[in-house]
């Protein structure tokens, strides 16, 4: 038997026409559904806008839209067997992570994915990504994914790598959760395992979105640091250099980053460096960073650190409270302890 699909649109350049102004989103759900007659075939799908946000382009994406996709798919679910989200790319990887953070305790896919060329385009790549997201949305697989090129990866593991290629995305320290093969069907590699949760799904869209993301040249003044406290961020990453390293001569951003812990303001070190992560320990630059009470990020991607900490900080403004969370694995986001 068919299983029940639910298609939701976000906007993004899968159901964009082009205007005088360039391309901006235009079609429906259900618009988006009539270009792919297959569909029918591998589920029974309903479609439909997103509830109580604006169909954008998802350069316009703002923290507050997350915690209502997030409503909207928990109380939809019920209903279906699979959810599939349409979404432009720009700030997907973003959403799949918040996503993760918000929903937990899936016992059904949730799938979001997107296209480089809209679906009224010659040669899109929208068909190919609906038709291998509602295939995977019929496994018995809980969790936030990303289905996008026949890639299947995991929400809060994914990047955005190219920004005009087809193969858009990659899972960043993880590997993909699988494939989809040319005839639909679903391959998944070694060592991953299906995952259908015995516990409850839980809703906590609970988020601060006052944070900001400090990205480190050599030569960043330290008085920019001193100007974050005078705005009255809570959390400040700071995307420094390889394992993590912060500069401590010439221009010294040590004092600064002390006088934020003490004012209460959690400081995360990222690294600029995609892959591998942050490890705090190895240098002299990471050493004085980290005695100071910084949090390093670890392996996690950029875009889960970002809706991680906004999230953790939606929770609690206690800076022990704050490390425990950012240090825990919710879902796969953190590997390294
Ligand atoms: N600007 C578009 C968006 O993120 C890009 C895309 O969807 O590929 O909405």
Known sequence: MKKKVLILSVGGTIASVKTENGFKPGLTAESLIEHIPQLEKIANIDARDIKSIPIIDSSNMQPEYWAAMARDVFEALPNYEGIVITHGTDTLAYTSSMLSFMLQGLSKPIIITGAMKSIVEPGTDAKRNLIGSVSFACEDNGGIYVVFNDKIMKGCRVC??????????????????GCINSDGGVSYNTNTQKMVSPEETTLDDKLDPNIFLLKLIPGTHPEVIDKLLELGYKGIIIESFGCGGVPFIGRNLLPGIKKLIERGVAVVIASQVIYDGVNLTRYEVGRRALDLGVIPTYDMTKEATVTKLMWVLGHTNDLNEVKKMMLTNYCGELSVS
Do not use: L, Y
Request: glycine share 0%; hydrophobic share 35%.
């Open 160 to 177: 955005k790598m190219k920004s005009q290629k087809f193969d858009a995305f990659c899972s960043v320290n993880c590997q993909d959760v």
